[in-house]
């Protein structure tokens, strides 16, 4: 059974930090990309960062010098760190493990940038 089980996500003010972990199992994590993307209210679920088995990454515009993603294979474990979060931050962050053949979600956490 594949599981994607994301932690992490909480209330915090702007200019505050944050990491998210998502933790998977039942997969070979070392062969899938790991992204994670957010869902504001009202609006598409976009990619924010993904990273390679090899560690090769990338990042939507908005997070760039923001955000860090990174993973332990080891752990099989992708992170993002969030930090100088901003209100418009605030969304369902969520996991996904994606190969050419297989495309797994997480459940999601919010993250909540307010002061």
């Known amino acids: 059974q594949v599981q994607l089980v994301e932690s992490g996500g909480g209330l915090v003010q702007p200019g505050g930090s944050l990491r998210l972990s998502c933790a998977a199992s039942?997969?070979?994590?070392?062969?899938?990309?790991m992204g994670w993307y957010r869902q504001a209210p009202g609006k598409e679920r976009d990619m924010v960062a993904g990273?390679?088995?090899?560690?090769?990454?990338n990042y939507a515009d908005s997070v760039k010098g923001r955000f860090t993603i990174s993973r332990d294979n080891a752990e099989n474990t992708v992170y993002l760190q969030m930090d100088n979060l901003k209100p418009e931050d605030t969304a369902i962050y969520y996991c996904?493990?994606?190969?050419?053949?297989?495309?797994?979600w997480g459940q999601g956490t919010q993250v909540t940038v307010s002061s």
């Open positions: 996904n493990a994606d190969t050419i053949l297989h495309n797994y």
């Open positions: 039942g997969i070979p994590f070392t062969s899938f990309f």
């Open positions: 990273i390679t088995r090899n560690n090769m990454t």
